[in-house]
């Protein structure tokens, strides 16, 4: 079975100022997909980032970067400089993929943390 | 290039009704998955489509069904409906092109069972 816990339901922080978002997450898969996903009031899910499991280089994506840590199991996401556009529910993502790292589509949600920017 | 589109935006429904929820994936994407989401959760996977069959299923009773067209469309449809059924009901689709099957979402449907 798979898993994927955000600690933190609900993190408020002033307009640029620097939020780090956090992720855990549970697989027996060897290979696997980890996503970021934003989630504004009009409920549509907004794809962010993605990271397979094979590969731990950090990257950085404008003002998104995320740090994937295997041997903690844990994927984070930090918004550098935050905006007040940026106050959405984010949520952490996990998708199990065969041998041939081909994902199987199907997503385990976190429970999702409420980012809030204040002006 | 349109994305995933879904109908309608809001539904509201009796207990014990059966509602249809219709879900037009992006173009060139062959794969449509169903979550369910809950206020204040994650969504949660129902099931997904993929070459007019079902092909994995999450933990939901038999009383959600679905279909996949030939277009690739998919309606999902929930039976003799629970209070606990209210919720935003959302439409992945994705490529198969893509080994990462990235999950492209459509603004849902809201489900509300009074």
């Known amino acids: 079975a798979q898993k994927v816990t955000q600690a933190q339901t609900e993190i408020s922080v002033v307009e640029k100022e620097d939020v780090t978002l956090d992720c855990v997450y549970e697989?027996?898969?060897?290979?696997?997909?980890l996503f970021w996903y934003k989630q504004p009031p009009s409920g549509e899910l907004v794809f962010l980032i993605r990271?397979?499991?094979?590969?731990?280089q950090n990257e950085i994506s404008g003002r998104y970067s995320w740090n994937f840590q295997k041997s903690t199991s844990s994927f984070n996401f930090t918004i550098t400089a935050s905006q007040v556009v940026d106050s959405a529910v984010y949520f952490c993502?996990?998708?199990?993929?065969?041998?041939?790292?081909?994902?199987?589509?199907?997503?385990?949600f976190g429970q999702g943390t409420i980012l809030t920017v204040h002006p | 290039d349109a994305g995933v589109t879904q109908s309608p935006t809001h539904l509201i429904k009796t207990r014990g009704q059966q509602v249809t929820l219709r879900c037009s994936p992006k173009?060139?994407?062959?794969?449509v998955s169903w979550y369910q989401q809950a206020l204040g959760q994650g969504p949660q996977f129902i099931f997904q489509?993929?070459?007019?069959?079902?092909?994995q299923r999450g933990n939901f009773p038999d009383r959600f069904s679905g279909h996949q067209f030939p277009n690739y469309s998919s309606e999902l449809n929930v039976n003799a409906l629970l209070l606990g059924d209210s919720a935003l009901y959302l439409c992945?689709?994705?490529?198969?092109?893509?080994?990462?099957?990235?999950?492209?979402f459509g603004p849902g449907t809201r489900l509300t069972v009074t």
């Open positions: 992945a689709s994705s490529s198969p092109s893509s080994r990462m099957r990235e999950q492209y």
């Open positions: 697989t027996r898969d060897t290979t696997y997909y």
């Open positions: 990271r397979n499991s094979f590969d731990e």
């Open positions: 993502a996990l998708s199990g993929a065969n041998a041939g790292g081909t994902s199987y589509g199907k997503l385990t």
């Open positions: 173009s060139g994407h062959d794969t």
């Open positions: 489509y993929y070459e007019e069959e079902e092909r």
